[in-house]
């Protein structure tokens, strides 16, 4: 059950238009010894995929290190906060350098390291996100904002050292399958007697595929992303067959040597360094901002700060909607959320806080989805969907999987009509070059709706941070899908970027790559701030 409405749009804008793409023998990705993936694979231009390249370089060791005395240490590695003094007015800031040491003690040479720092003062629950910069010689520095009043901490962690993002890169280009996927077919023998059967599927990416499996596959092609998925051809139903999709097991690529650099005790570990309380002076200036929250706002570091649990934004000036204000705010909407779970958790706090509304049965999955909620008295609906495989749910119906560039093409848009996407989470355990190709035909398809409706607010979802700090879902990983996502979006006009990066990472609330109720309720208080801005 789906419910549309079409809106007539004014005058079309100029917009952004993707370069063609050219094919170019010189600029080409290796991801396995027979494979190669062009940027016309990738549905980019040369030029483009350049500009990503650069974007995600990240520095590292200048060969490959088996020592594990060699890399890293969270022990040795300190930070100092520079010139500090007495007291700071609020809106300063300070400087935090960070220098790596490995476990003999000794000085490293080179960057790589995956360091997170932030700002805190756990007795009013405040905090601030500080970007690391990496000066590739062993030592980083942190810019951070004294964003209120009162006292702040330093906070520094090492997620990775960058011998494990050596790894991680190592594989993330690779053709090594470290997610598996389940195909569910169901269908009739000749004496009607109804069978299944469950085989693997996987991505196929590249010319010869990224998954091997023999010849004797089923291959299902979408017709308007070029995207392939394979499955094992079952031993007595047809390809025609396959009903459901869920996920399967995780498959470890490390060697015994790569295994020790991932120890919990060398992951995601505090830093010792200036612990001194900083005392903050009220700055009678204040600390914020009031332009209105549109499209095209560039996002800053630090994009907002939390002070008592409230996230406050200095990007746009961000209301707090309670459940009367969520309902009039979102009156005579549709709200598309598609996505993960992630997104799934936005449908589920708006179904809670919406006066009246009522979540239809669709005869799905209620985690799996697709869902959708209907207020009628204000005329509100809203839809949840997940994006298409890759994905690791439960099982559910493959017809049900979407690619999201296809469900955007089916919305007719207006001033009516907010929507919302995400594509991370689920994306992390494949080659990069798939990701950019993904989000190339969603970039397509976003254009296309701005053009024949250019009211339609149209918002990106950052991915967040995440619990496990591990070679299948390293939030080193999510941080380089987020710089792909924010270059390729970064010259379209009427997209929104609400980078819930900073969000998530600064909250003292354990990571998770699903976000606590608070940090939701403060997502989607930015998520409406655009919505109905002021």
């Keep these: 059950m789906t419910l549309w409405k079409f809106l007539e749009s004014g005058h079309l804008k100029q917009r952004f238009k993707p370069p063609p793409p050219r094919h170019h023998a010189g600029n080409q990705t290796q991801t396995n010894s027979s494979s190669v993936i062009s940027a016309l694979d990738m549905g980019i231009s040369d030029e483009e995929w ?25 022990v040795h590695s300190t930070f100092s906060i520079v010139g500090l003094k007495k007291s700071y007015n609020v809106g300063e800031n300070i400087s935090v350098v ?14 790589g390291d995956f360091f997170k720092a932030k700002l805190f003062d756990s007795k009013i629950k405040a905090s601030v996100y500080g970007e690391v910069v990496d000066h590739r010689n062993g030592t980083y520095s942190v810019t951070l904002l004294l964003p209120w009043e009162g006292q702040a901490q330093v906070f520094v962690r090492l997620e990775h050292s960058s011998e494990v993002v050596q790894i991680l890169k190592k594989y993330r280009d690779s053709s090594f399958p470290r997610s598996h996927y389940n195909g569910h077919f169901e269908g009739s023998e000749p004496n009607k007697t109804r069978i ?26 979408d017709i308007k992303t070029g995207t392939v998925w394979q499955c094992e051809r079952p031993k007595k139903l047809s390809c025609d067959n396959l009903v459901h999709h869920s996920m399967g097991r995780l498959e470890n690529p490390l060697n015994a040597v790569e295994k020790q650099f991932f120890a919990q005790k060398l992951t995601n570990v505090a830093i010792n360094g200036d612990k001194q309380v900083i005392n903050v002076l009220l700055n009678t200036a204040g600390n914020g901002t009031t332009v209105r929250c549109k499209s095209g706002l560039k996002t800053p570091v630090p994009a907002g700060f939390y002070f008592k649990d409230v996230w406050k934004s200095l990007v746009c000036n961000t209301q707090h909607f309670n459940s009367t204000q969520i309902g009039k705010c979102l009156g005579n909407k549709i ?200």
């Design 50 to 74: 350049e500009r990503l390249q650069k974007a995600l370089d990240w520095s590292g060791p200048y060969q490959e290190i088996t020592s594990l005395n060699r890399s890293t240490s969270p």
């Design 98 to 111: 960070i220098t790596a040491r490995d476990h003999n003690n000794n000085l490293k040479t080179y960057g």
């Design 196 to 221: 299944s059967e469950v085989v693997q599927c996987n991505l196929k990416w590249g010319a010869d595929g990224s998954w091997r499996k023999g010849n004797c596959l089923c291959e299902y092609k």
């Design 335 to 534: 709200v598309y959320l598609f996505g993960d779970s992630t997104t799934r958790q936005w449908f589920e706090y708006l179904e809670k806080n919406v006066p009246g509304i009522k979540r239809m049965d669709l005869h799905t999955p209620r985690t799996g989805g697709p869902l959708m909620a209907v207020e009628l008295k204000n005329n509100i609906i809203i839809h949840w969907r997940p994006h298409g495989v890759p994905l690791r749910f439960t099982k559910m119906l493959f017809t049900d999987l979407h690619y999201i560039g296809n469900d955007i093409d089916e919305i007719a848009g207006g001033s009516h009509a907010v929507v919302v996407f995400t594509l991370f989470a689920h994306l992390v355990f494949h080659p990069i070059t798939f990701y950019v190709h993904e989000v190339a035909k969603i970039r397509q398809s976003v254009v296309a709706l701005l053009s024949r409706a250019p009211e339609t607010t149209v918002v990106i979802k950052s991915g967040n941070t995440a619990g496990l700090k591990n070679i299948f879902q390293s939030d080193w990983y999510a941080m380089q899908l987020n710089t792909v996502m924010q270059e390729m979006f970064r010259d379209i006009d009427g997209v929104i970027y609400l980078d819930v990066w900073q969000m998530t990472s600064c909250h003292y609330l354990h990571e998770d790559v699903h976000p606590g109720a608070i940090i939701i309720a403060n997502e989607i208080n930015m998520l409406l701030s655009y919505v109905c801005p002021a």
